[in-house]
Each structure stands twice: as structure tokens, then as C-alpha cells.
Nanobody, 125 residues
């Protein structure tokens, strides 16, 4: 099973980026997925999550209104549209998936069983 992130890069404050997470090896169409991020010297934190249906999203307060999480279960892929980026959004962004079918979105790292390798997002001021 693999989760592969793409779409990171170096942008200026105010710009947008779209991250993708492509899954292979099994389907995650019945599983909640999430984006976590880890800034230098900080703990990995929950940024956004989406339930298995793609209808119910969840966001950390600092990105709510700027980021939009979505998924395409037919493509086994999750996305994170990031708008109005700020320097404090600079981090490595990881996608994650829970293994339990139809479980709820969780903000806790230990409740996710599959992880990608991460993609760097750098926002300059």
C-alpha cells in the first residue's frame, strides 16, 4: 500500500497550491483520510480531514476558510486546495488514511495507519 503526495513547492504569501495524494495497493473509498503537516522544530499536526463519503470535511482553525479538502474515490485520490497561503503554512505536508472502514475523521496521528512520504510547502513573505 502506498500513499504518494505531490504538488508542493515554493510560493509567495497569498499564492495558492493544490496538493494531491494518490493511493495504490488498496482502495480507501470507505476510509477517512487526512492531511497533516509538520513545520521545522514542531510536532506533526492535523490540518484537514475528510470522511469516506467526501461530504464531511474538518479543518484546524488556522486553515479553515483558506484550505479545501476533497477526494475522488473513483481515482483513489485526495486533494488539498490551499489558498491565501501564509509563511506559517510552511511545512512538510503528509497524507494519511485510516484502515477501519467508515470510521470517523480523527485529528490524532496514532489513529491513522497509512502515511505518505510528505511534500514540502514553503511560503515566503
Amino acid at each position: 500500500v502506498q500513499l504518494v503526495e505531490s504538488g508542493g513547492g515554493l510560493v509567495q504569501a497569498g499564492a495558492s497550491l493544490r496538493l494531491s495524494c494518490a493511493a495504490s495497493g488498496r482502495t480507501f473509498s470507505r476510509n477517512p483520510m487526512a492531511w497533516f503537516r509538520q513545520a521545522p522544530g514542531k510536532e506533526r499536526e492535523f490540518a484537514a480531514g475528510i470522511d469516506w463519503s467526501g461530504i464531511v470535511p474538518a479543518y484546524v482553525e488556522s486553515v479553515d476558510g483558506r484550505f479545501n479538502i476533497s477526494r475522488d474515490n473513483a481515482k483513489n485520490t485526495m486533494y488539498l486546495q490551499m489558498n491565501s497561503l501564509k509563511p506559517e503554512d510552511t511545512a512538510v505536508y503528509y497524507c494519511a488514511a485510516r484502515s477501519r472502514d467508515r470510521s470517523r475523521i480523527s485529528t490524532k496521528r496514532y489513529e491513522y495507519d497509512y502515511w505518505g512520504q510528505g511534500t514540502q510547502v514553503t511560503v515566503s513573505s
